[in-house]
């Protein structure tokens, strides 16, 4: 393929993408009755499901799964001081195209009328679990290394937004503080780099499009001493997806907090690996790695290869008439109720015919369409459709639950 005709195929793609996310009701543009606003998203049903899996898959391999981690869900405006020590009063900046710098923090008020103090909105999670850190040690005395994590919003006053949702104004970090002595900090470093690259393979993320990348002294974050980006293939080029640094002791020392070391029989200030994550960074790359074209009998069949765990429907139960009052019933008490109480994310589609039924719950990505019949009412069995191989298969009634369990094990 020429450079030309790989370029406006990449653009078509992105473009089928952000379509189907605004029809199936994942991502519309945000305050999009009053044109728009720049840089900002809303999520739509199948969209929050989308990010509430990735981040409970998240949450479940980095904190729930282990001994070592301590969650936190600290206040997005903090004192103003937190920022003046972490450097981002003084370096957190961009520079604007007549190549003036930028603060990209955003700027609130705290209180009212002259005793109103300036605060800003964090631009990052990572801050709340540092000055976190002796409330964290001196409620659980964990030993080194630990770690702490967050998932939450960031908001950054971003002078390009673009791309869809890879670069926004307010987004949701997920990120991890850990701490090491400082002899060790290579050794974990190449272990996060392993862990983050095993998540990514968990949720869907096609890692043949994953690159690491080495960043160089000058374009590293203040903070950090060793950064690789790990970056993706996006239809727009190859751009960060998610960052791990080692951030030293740069954050404690400033903010003057230590730890007495038990062990060793010392006080002293732990080193930090940080691997961090964006949200929206996750949803894009995963939209990118999942959708496929299929073309059968002269059609196109639009589909979202979403694994099961992620998807945000994990099936959708049909009866295949639905003036059939017989079929509909069945359906809705002995097929969707039970499934809706047990999994959640269940959905009862009975709009338009089955094929358009099908092509619906493709484009959301959905696993399995479950089809209520006539010879259901005598077999109680049903008819499950799979949606990558578009094969069908007669399951019992009685053993849906199981069948479906399995598969998102
Ligand atoms: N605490 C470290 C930190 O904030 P970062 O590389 O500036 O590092 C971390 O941001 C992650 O947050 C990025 O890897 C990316 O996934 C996400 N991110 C950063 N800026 C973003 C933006 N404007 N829109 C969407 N996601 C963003």
Known sequence: MSKENKKEKDGELMGKIVSLCKRRGFIFPGSEIYGGLAGTYDWGHFGVALKNNIKQSW?????????DMYGIDATIIMNPKVWEVSGHVAGFSDSTEDGKQFNVMFKTQVGAGEEATTAYLRPETAQGMFVNFKNTVDAFHPKLPFGMAQIGKAFRNEIAP??????????????????????????????????????????????SKVHELEVGEKDRAHYSSRTVDFEFDYPFGRKELFGLAYRTDFDLKNHQLEYIDEEKGEKT????????????????????????EEEKDGEVREYLKLKPNIAPVICAVSPLLKNKPELVEYANVKVFTPLKEEFGRVMWDDNGNIGKRYRRQDEIGTPFCIVVDFDTLTDDMVTVRDRDTGEQERIKVSDLKNYIKEKIQ
């Open 59 to 67: 949450w479940k391999k980095f904190v729930d799964s282990r001994r």
């Open 162 to 207: 673009r791309d869809f949702i890879f670069r926004v104004r307010e987004f949701e970090q997920m990120e991890i503080e850990y701490f090491v002595r400082k002899d060790d900090w290579e050794k974990y470093f190449e272990y996060w780099r392993s862990e983050m690259l095993e998540w990514m393979e968990e949720v869907g993320i096609d890692t």
């Open 269 to 292: 200030v732990p080193h930090v690996i940080e691997p961090t994550f964006g949200v929206e960074r996750t949803v894009l790359s995963l939209l990118v790695s999942a959708y496929t």
